[in-house]
């Protein structure tokens, strides 16, 4: 019998934890300025802003306290702060993760991409957000119940944004799609995830920079791999190879 075409739900639909990393790598090097440059842009745009914030609430509570101020007001100033913070990261987060997923899906589809595209799905931030507000809720739940459930919520629930960026559904509606899709994967999605913690770790100990410059780019291209390989869809192409029936030619 000969093997099932690609896309194929529960045939081609399934995957090794290597592939997405290997089809990552060849897209992230050989295309770096256009793929990965805008994501690393747009993660930077999430994150700085909230995290100047949280050091400066821990700066000035220590500050105020060495003027004299008491201890438990100047501690609240600093937690207030550090929560504007996390509310600033949320936020910037909802704005901007639609169009880092949108380069992502179309680096894999072998589209063109451009830095443009990283903030071109702003009008997503709605469901965006809610989505990250229900799934963090989810998640933490989990957490509180012996770890092990919030583990399995944060994987069955962990493409909820390509999910709204890609097919266009509520915030609720990602969530509970992504509950779907994941059945029957969620050991690789498991497996998935170590390997992008330790790729991050690996980026860490580099100073930081390879998680940001490489790590970072790498993980959220092979996240885009497996999301559309779940989803049965035809994979595009590498700088290597030729794209897929139905795909444009990259440029």
Same mark, same amino acid.
């Given at each position: 019998?000969?093997?099932?075409?690609?896309?194929?739900?529960?045939?081609?639909?399934?995957?090794?934890?290597?592939?997405?990393?290997?089809?990552?790598?060849?897209?992230?090097?050989?295309?770096?300025?256009?793929?990965?440059?805008?994501?690393?842009?747009?993660?930077?745009?999430?994150?700085?802003?909230?995290?100047?914030?949280?050091?400066?609430?821990?700066?000035?509570?220590?500050?105020?306290?060495?003027?004299?101020?008491?201890?438990?007001?100047?501690?609240?100033?600093?937690?207030?702060?550090?929560?504007?913070?996390?509310?600033?990261?949320?936020?910037?987060?909802?704005?901007?993760?639609?169009?880092?997923?949108?380069?992502?899906?179309?680096?894999?589809?072998?589209?063109?991409?451009?830095?443009?595209?990283?903030?071109?799905?702003?009008?997503?931030?709605?469901?965006?957000?809610?989505?990250?507000?229900?799934?963090?809720? *989810?998640?933490?739940? =989990?957490? #509180?119940?012996?770890? %092990?459930?919030?583990?399995?919520?944060?994987?069955? /629930? @962990?493409?909820? &944004?390509?999910?709204?960026?890609?097919?266009?559904?509520?915030?609720?509606?990602?969530?509970?799609?992504?509950?779907?899709?994941?059945?029957?994967?969620?050991?690789?999605?498991?497996?998935?995830?170590?390997?992008?913690?330790? *790729?991050?770790?690996? =980026?860490? #100990?580099?100073?930081? %920079?390879?998680?940001?410059?490489?790590?970072?780019? /790498? @993980?959220?291209? &092979?996240?885009?791999?497996?999301?559309?390989?779940?989803?049965?869809?035809?994979?595009?192409?590498?700088?290597?190879?030729?794209?897929?029936?139905?795909?444009?030619?990259?440029?």
């Amino acid at each position: 019998m000969p093997p099932a075409p690609m896309g194929v739900p529960g045939a081609a639909g399934t995957w090794s934890v290597g592939e997405p990393w290997t089809f990552a790598w060849a897209v992230v090097t050989q295309r770096y300025p256009a793929v990965a440059v805008p994501i690393i842009v747009a993660y930077l745009v999430m994150v700085l802003p909230g995290y100047i914030l949280n050091f400066g609430g821990g700066l000035l509570s220590g500050i105020l306290r060495s003027l004299g101020l008491d201890y438990s007001v100047a501690s609240a100033i600093g937690s207030l702060t550090s929560l504007a913070g996390s509310a600033v990261t949320m936020v910037l987060s909802a704005y901007v993760l639609g169009g880092l997923v949108d380069v992502a899906l179309k680096a894999v589809r072998g589209q063109p991409t451009q830095l443009r595209d990283a903030f071109a799905k702003g009008r997503l931030m709605v469901p965006m957000l809610l989505a990250i507000v229900v799934n963090a809720i *989810l998640v933490t739940i =989990g957490m #509180v119940l012996l770890i %092990v459930p919030g583990v399995i919520v944060a994987i069955g /629930l @962990s493409m909820y &944004a390509p999910l709204i960026v890609d097919q266009g559904l509520s915030g609720i509606d990602a969530l509970k799609r992504s509950w779907e899709i994941t059945k029957g994967h969620k050991m690789n999605l498991f497996l998935f995830g170590l390997v992008a913690i330790v *790729l991050a770790c690996a =980026g860490v #100990v580099a100073c930081m %920079v390879g998680a940001l410059l490489l790590s970072l780019p /790498l @993980s959220v291209v &092979a996240w885009a791999w497996v999301y559309l390989r779940i989803k049965g869809e035809p994979i595009g192409q590498t700088p290597a190879m030729g794209p897929a029936p139905g795909y444009p030619a990259m440029r």
